[in-house]
Nanobody, 126 residues
């Protein structure tokens, strides 16, 4: 059974920090790219940060660049999002997302697998 379980959300004052964790099970974590998304009330879900399967390459939304850091520990099947200098506009439900695309040359087919966590609430308010 595939599971992505986020934790670490909560209420924090502006300028504070939080570290989100997402623990994966039921699939080969090290084969998957991992992303963090967020969704604020009344807004579309947006991509926050991405990590390749090895963690060797990461990317960030402009709105969080320099403040957030995505990292992963493949030995623990866990991806993290360190969030510093938090702002009220960072308030959202944060989701982790896993994706792997495999190509099978014998059949010339791509197979994409993707999974979502249930989300964790982050509220930035004084």
């Amino acid at each position: 059974q595939v599971q992505l379980v986020e934790s670490g959300g909560g209420l924090v004052q502006p300028g504070g920090s939080l570290r989100l964790s997402c623990v994966a099970s039921g699939f080969t974590f090290s084969d998957y790219a991992m992303n963090w998304y967020r969704q604020a009330p009344g807004k579309e879900r947006e991509l926050v940060a991405t990590s390749t399967s090895t963690g060797g390459s990461t990317n960030y939304a402009d709105s969080v660049k320099g403040r957030f850091t995505i990292s992963r520990d493949n030995s623990k099947n866990t991806v993290y999002l360190q969030m510093n200098s938090l702002k009220p506009e960072d308030t959202a439900v944060y989701y982790c997302y896993a994706k792997r695309t495999a190509y099978y040359s014998t059949s010339d087919l791509f197979d994409t697998r993707e999974y979502w966590g249930q989300g964790t609430q982050v509220t930035v308010s004084s």
